[in-house]
């Protein structure tokens, strides 16, 4: 069993960067394949960026290349989601995941922190 706990949302003007955390449980931390995604009422639940284990491969959704970055810290079972130059569009719940056997099934999920963007 893995338990994701997300932090670090709020509210924040637009232009102006927030810094997620998600904490994870889990003696293999290291070997999951870790990712945020996002949510908004009545939308699919969305990929926003991804970290593979090892050599720490990211990848992000075209939306927030450039302006986020994933990072992880298996010392401490974290993952980080910076976020900079923040648009109202990026409003939403965010989900940290994880993926245990690294095949992009994401099995277990957090339980969401708001990030709200002003205008």
């Known amino acids: 069993q893995v338990r994701l706990v997300e932090s670090g949302g709020g509210l924040v003007q637009a232009g102006g960067s927030l810094r997620l955390s998600c904490a994870a449980s889990g003696r293999t931390f290291s070997n999951y394949l870790m990712g945020w995604f996002r949510q908004t009422p009545g939308k699919e639940r969305e990929f926003v960026a991804s970290i593979r284990p090892i050599f720490g491969y990211t990848a992000y959704a075209d939306s927030v290349k450039g302006r986020f970055t994933i990072s992880r810290e298996n010392a401490k079972n974290a993952v980080y989601l910076q976020m900079n130059s923040l648009k109202p569009e990026d409003t939403a719940v965010y989900y940290c995941?994880?993926?245990?056997?690294?095949?992009?099934?994401?099995?277990?999920w957090g339980q969401g922190t708001q990030v709200t963007v002003s205008s």
């Open positions: 995941a994880a993926d245990p056997q690294v095949v992009g099934s994401y099995y277990y």
